[in-house]
């Protein structure tokens, strides 16, 4: 294990299940559910642009440790880091030789 590799505390919010809703699903705002440490590497702009990828929004991928909480990280979930909220496009499964899961985030930049 690298020094420092774990570098970004980031912050897995949950939209919050709205009391009395007849169907219990989760239709609230998104709530802080826990935090954990990350590491993020950012998709180059010449990698997004040669995958067709928007070019108005930042991909990245973040790896965090594997155990039971951050298990629970489903593609419903925000991720916020760095000063910024990230959308999760999707969750690995975890890698069981290094004990990673490794998770794609994107966030618009612009209008």
């Given amino acids: 294990m690298q020094a420092g590799r774990m570098r970004y505390l980031v ?16 239709r609230g705002d998104y709530a802080d559910a826990f935090t954990t440490r990350a590491a993020f590497a950012q998709l ?3 990698k997004a642009a040669e995958a067709g990828l ?3 929004q930042a991909h990245g991928q973040l790896t965090v440790y ?13 991720i916020s880091f760095a ?8 969750v690995q499964l975890p890698d ?7 998770i794609d ?4 930049i612009g209008g």
């Fill in 54 to 56: 928007v070019e108005d």
């Fill in 66 to 78: 594997d155990c039971a909480q951050n298990r629970t990280i489903t593609a419903a979930d925000r």
């Fill in 83 to 90: 000063g910024a909220d990230w959308s999760i496009e999707s």
């Fill in 96 to 102: 069981k030789l290094r004990r990673w899961i490794k």
């Fill in 11 to 26: 912050t897995i919010r949950r939209r919050e299940v709205i009391p009395g809703d007849p169907g219990g699903v989760p």
């Fill in 44 to 46: 180059s702009a010449m």
């Fill in 105 to 108: 985030v994107a966030r618009k």
